[in-house]
């Protein structure tokens, strides 16, 4: 059984930086194409970032150049710089993981999608 295990969100204000991290418990991810999503009230999931086992990185538009997503096999843990946060990056943020071993796909997708590992995501709050 793996669990992931999001942490790190909070309140910030405009302009200021969060570190997102996803601690994997039960499975090594060095393997996995690992994906940040996040899900704002009453709107639809979206991909962020996601890694796979090459470190190869894809990005969303609306978050390139201001995130960055990075993981230390060695502590199992998946990582989400954000820095210039803005008010619409408020959301619930959760980690997945593609146990099918593909790569990265584009637009900040793992290229098998939807992921089939959740964690239970943490909350990101921007204010203006």
């Known amino acids: 059984q793996v669990n992931l295990a999001e942490s790190g969100g909070g309140s910030v204000q405009a302009g200021g930086s969060l570190r997102l991290t996803c601690v994997a418990s039960?499975?090594?991810?060095?393997?996995?194409?690992m994906t940040w999503f996040r899900q704002a009230p009453g709107q639809e999931r979206e991909g962020l970032a996601s890694?796979?086992?090459?470190?190869?990185?894809t990005y969303a538009n609306s978050v390139k150049g201001r995130f960055t997503i990075s993981k230390d096999n060695a502590k199992n843990t998946l990582y989400l710089q954000m820095n210039n946060l803005q008010p619409e990056d408020t959301a619930i943020y959760y980690c997945a993981a593609d146990t099918a071993m593909y790569g990265v796909g584009s637009g900040g997708l793992c290229y098998n999608y939807p992921p089939d590992l959740w964690g239970q995501g943490t909350q990101v709050t921007v204010s203006s």
């Open positions: 890694i796979d086992s090459d470190d190869d990185t």
């Open positions: 039960g499975h090594t991810l060095k393997g996995y194409c």
